[in-house]
């Protein structure tokens, strides 16, 4: 459902909105592709070089170059790119024009950069005082870490993450894919759009904060509560639930399968899809605690069984039996898996130089305010005459800013 074709008639979510992008991190652009994704009009506004994340593979056909990253394109589709010198006064110029029109501004620069340009929160909020502006940056706008550089693996290790990631007998793991700079995208997003709710029902607009160690310690279950309540530091337990079993990845005949079984009845499916009905009717598995006590003797068990099936049959046979399980599954299956395929989770776009590719629509559906595909990841400056021309510039004055690097 989530790729599904918009209907014609169908409203946007974010239709009337105007965003300007001021980001090049995974937390900036992701929260505001989820803008562009339903509906904003999302400026992304780059340096006349080009943003630093046109610069991050892979690359298609492996050629490194401005237009071909696919990291870039991933998370710049929906949006409009115009190119301003913000370290030149006229481009800061430009950007005040585009303020007064704008309902958002999203930035991630490092703290007091864009105040000390004049284009901090307060300056920009006496031009328009119905802006919402998200400053996003990975410890915070004050605090004794404000303004110490970060990145996902420093977010990860600082928020906690790390620290309840990966085998006991190991050192920390940093988890896969940037999830710190993830959950920290959809937490802006949140209190973005929550904010813009806000405006308008107050007309007001406001400044958000966003901390990249706050909203990981934000996701960590119940690891600080347990702390603050019994004194007892959550250990790192590889793939094992700290207090559930089996809650943890197991290896079959051509990969693994993940599972996780909290309620009686479940734990007894996961033993008879091992085709052991002697343990599937042991008393030891009445009592969640000890079945975790006991996790090294009875997970044996259960693998020997597993072994003997590839993970598809595993998974389909064990949801049949009432086993919550699924396959560990690498990007390959998730490209060609039938019940992806089906609900539309994929889009097809085109782009000028990487050509066509495939990508994740917006993964979450809204009957009457659907997602949409519109666009690929704009070249560098491709709407920049379009959006100037739209703030009173002519053809004169644009030759000559480009000429003195301001576009």
């Known amino acids: 459902m989530a790729g599904d074709a918009v209907s014609p008639t169908a409203m946007s979510l974010f239709g009337d ?10 937390r900036g ?24 994340a046109r610069h ?9 170059g401005l237009e071909t990253s696919l990291h870039f394109a991933h998370h710049n589709r929906n949006k409009q790119s115009i190119t301003l010198n913000l370290h030149k006064t006229r481009g800061q110029e430009l950007l005040r024009d585009l303020v007064h029109s704008a309902d958002i501004l999203v930035e991630d620069w490092p703290v007091g950069a ?4 004049g284009l901090g929160f307060a300056d920009l909020h006496e031009l328009n005082p119905r802006l919402v502006m998200c400053s996003i940056t990975g410890f915070g706008q004050t605090g004794p870490y404000a303004g110490y550089k970060t990145s996902n693996i420093v977010e990860d290790a600082m928020g906690g993450l790390m620290g309840i990631t990966g085998p006991a007998d190991k050192p920390p793991s940093m988890t896969g894919a940037q999830q710190a700079e993830h959950a920290t995208a959809m937490h802006a997003a949140f209190a973005t759009a929550s904010a813009l709710l806000y405006r308008d029902l107050q007309n007001a607009g406001q400044h958000i904060d966003v901390s990249a160690q706050e ?8 690891a600080i509560e347990q702390y603050t309540y019994t004194g007892v530091v959550r250990k790192r337990a590889g793939s094992r639930h700290p207090t559930a079993w089996p809650c943890t990845v197991l290896p079959c005949k051509d990969g693994y399968v993940g599972m996780c079984c909290t309620q009686l009845k479940e734990v007894r499916a996961a033993a008879l899809l091992a085709e052991d009905q002697e343990l599937a009717d042991d008393p030891v598995l009445d009592n969640q605690f000890e079945r975790r006590a006991r996790a090294d003797e009875l997970e044996p068990r259960l693998i020997a069984g597993y072994m003997k099936y590839g993970k ?11 086993c919550p399980i699924g396959m560990t599954s690498d990007a390959r299956d998730l490209a060609e898996d039938p019940h992806l395929i089906e609900v539309g989770y994929f889009a097809e776009f085109e782009h000028p130089v990487i050509g066509k590719y495939k990508d994740i629509a917006a993964p979450v ?19 920049t005459a379009e959006i100037l021309h739209n703030v009173g510039l002519g053809e ?12």
């Open 215 to 222: 909203c990981v310690a934000n996701v960590l279950e119940n």
């Open 312 to 322: 598809s049959a595993l998974f389909h046979r064990g949801q049949e039996l009432g």
């Open 114 to 117: 864009l105040d000390a340009l």
């Open 365 to 383: 559906y809204l009957n009457e305010t659907p997602g949409a595909m519109r666009s690929s990841a704009p070249l560098l400056g491709q709407h």
């Open 56 to 64: 991050i593979g892979p690359f298609a056909n492996g050629i490194p």
């Open 29 to 52: 652009m992701h929260c505001t592709k989820m803008f562009g994704d339903y509906g904003a009009e999302v400026i992304l506004v780059e340096p006349v070089g080009g943003s630093r």
């Open 17 to 26: 909105v105007l965003v300007l992008d001021l980001t090049s991190t995974i």
């Open 396 to 407: 004169a004055e644009l030759s000559f800013l480009r000429a003195d690097g301001v576009i």
